[in-house]
């Protein structure tokens, strides 16, 4: 057994957290514009897997040792929850839902990851606010989708809506099994290991949904293959792997506060430079969300340890 890693300085965390909100918050547009002209599952799954080579390379150049079995396979699992479930789903939404909706409609995710560690053995039970704000975010998206509406009118498809909020769950998963599960592995080995194994289920569904034949190179424009090295660099490497650091380092619930500043950045980025409307709808909805997620992430931090 590896002895204990010192805790990391609060400039790391602070630095981390940063990460997080800013880059994710712009990954929901390189997403969008990377599934303009490239098939949504091959797109990600070729993503992560690369980005999981380099960092496994680096990581064994620097005189990492080579992952066991059980650390193979536990990470794997995690990454499908996470890749494949979460961001894969997600990915394939961008292609009817706009980046920033998708961003806002991921804000109800702390909800989930609240449920999921709720139902955990040993979790803790939500308060009667969280309760209460469960129901708020739930509102909100409801708004945000406007099922009495149809497409033509303004509302938001179903199907990608369902999609998300299916992602939203797989992560919760993920990210609570992370949380608990022991293989010993460094952060950033996992995070490798994790990317590999949902890049590899990715591929996996691109091949049986049949991605591989509709992709064409020639047809990917630049600004696809711009997003996508993106994507591969600050989305994956940056991104991911300092999630998975976070997870390791901080409490579940504080983690989860990217979900409502993300939000923010993508809806911004989106009518900067994609000319995304930004309407009433999506600016009441939102408040809702984020004042959901706001109070359970203060709920549950007053019961974390510091």
């Given at each position: 057994?590896?002895?204990?890693?010192?805790a990391p300085?609060?400039s790391a965390?602070?630095?981390?957290f940063a990460?997080?909100?800013?880059i994710?918050?712009?990954?929901?547009?390189?997403i969008?514009?990377?599934?303009?002209?490239?098939?949504?599952f091959l797109m990600?799954?070729v993503r992560?897997t690369l980005a999981g080579?380099?960092?496994l390379?680096?990581?064994?150049?620097?005189?990492?040792?080579w992952p066991?079995?059980r650390?193979?396979?536990?990470?794997a699992?995690?990454g499908t929850?996470?890749l494949?479930?979460?961001?894969g789903?997600?990915?394939?939404?961008e292609?009817?839902i706009?980046?920033?909706?998708?961003?806002?409609l991921?804000?109800?995710?702390?909800?989930?990851?609240?449920?999921t560690?709720?139902?955990?053995?040993?979790?803790?039970?939500?308060?009667?606010?969280t309760?209460?704000?469960l129901?708020?975010?739930?509102?909100?998206?409801?708004?945000l989708?406007?099922p009495?509406?149809?497409?033509?009118?303004?509302?938001?498809?179903l199907?990608?809506?369902?999609?998300?909020?299916?992602?939203c769950?797989s992560?919760?998963?993920g990210?609570?099994?992370?949380?608990?599960?022991k293989h010993d592995a460094?952060?950033?080995?996992?995070?490798a290991?994790?990317?590999?194994?949902g890049g590899?289920s990715l591929l996996l569904?691109?091949l049986?949904?049949?991605?591989?034949?509709?992709f064409?190179?020639?047809?990917?424009?630049?600004?696809?293959?711009?997003?996508?090295?993106?994507?591969?660099?600050?989305?994956?490497?940056?991104?991911?792997?300092?999630?998975?650091?976070?997870m390791?380092?901080?409490?579940p619930?504080?983690?989860?506060?990217?979900?409502?500043?993300?939000?923010?950045?993508?809806v911004?980025l989106?009518w900067?430079?994609l000319?995304?409307?930004?309407?009433?709808?999506?600016?009441?909805?939102?408040?809702?969300i984020?004042?959901?997620?706001?109070?359970?992430t203060?709920q549950k931090?007053?019961?974390?340890?510091?």
């Amino acid at each position: 057994m590896n002895p204990p890693a010192p805790a990391p300085s609060r400039s790391a965390l602070l630095l981390a957290f940063a990460a997080i909100y800013l880059i994710w918050g712009s990954t929901y547009l390189g997403i969008r514009v990377a599934v303009e002209t490239m098939p949504p599952f091959l797109m990600a799954g070729v993503r992560f897997t690369l980005a999981g080579l380099l960092l496994l390379g680096f990581l064994r150049l620097r005189g990492a040792p080579w992952p066991t079995l059980r650390q193979w396979r536990i990470n794997a699992i995690i990454g499908t929850f996470l890749l494949l479930g979460g961001n894969g789903l997600v990915v394939w939404a961008e292609q009817v839902i706009p980046s920033g909706v998708t961003a806002l409609l991921i804000g109800v995710s702390p909800l989930f990851i609240v449920l999921t560690e709720w139902m955990w053995p040993g979790g803790i039970r939500p308060t009667v606010v969280t309760m209460g704000a469960l129901a708020l975010g739930f509102a909100g998206v409801t708004w945000l989708a406007a099922p009495w509406e149809n497409s033509a009118q303004g509302g938001i498809s179903l199907t990608g809506l369902a999609a998300i909020l299916v992602a939203c769950v797989s992560w919760a998963i993920g990210s609570i099994y992370s949380r608990h599960a022991k293989h010993d592995a460094d952060a950033f080995v996992a995070s490798a290991l994790q990317m590999l194994g949902g890049g590899g289920s990715l591929l996996l569904a691109a091949l049986v949904l049949g991605d591989f034949t509709r992709f064409n190179a020639a047809a990917v424009t630049l600004n696809s293959w711009v997003a996508f090295v993106y994507l591969v660099t600050m989305g994956s490497l940056v991104g991911f792997s300092t999630f998975v650091w976070l997870m390791k380092h901080s409490t579940p619930a504080r983690v989860a506060t990217y979900a409502y500043v993300n939000p923010v950045v993508a809806v911004f980025l989106g009518w900067l430079l994609l000319g995304e409307p930004i309407g009433p709808r999506t600016l009441v909805a939102s408040a809702i969300i984020v004042a959901a997620v706001a109070i359970i992430t203060t709920q549950k931090s007053r019961r974390d340890p510091a």
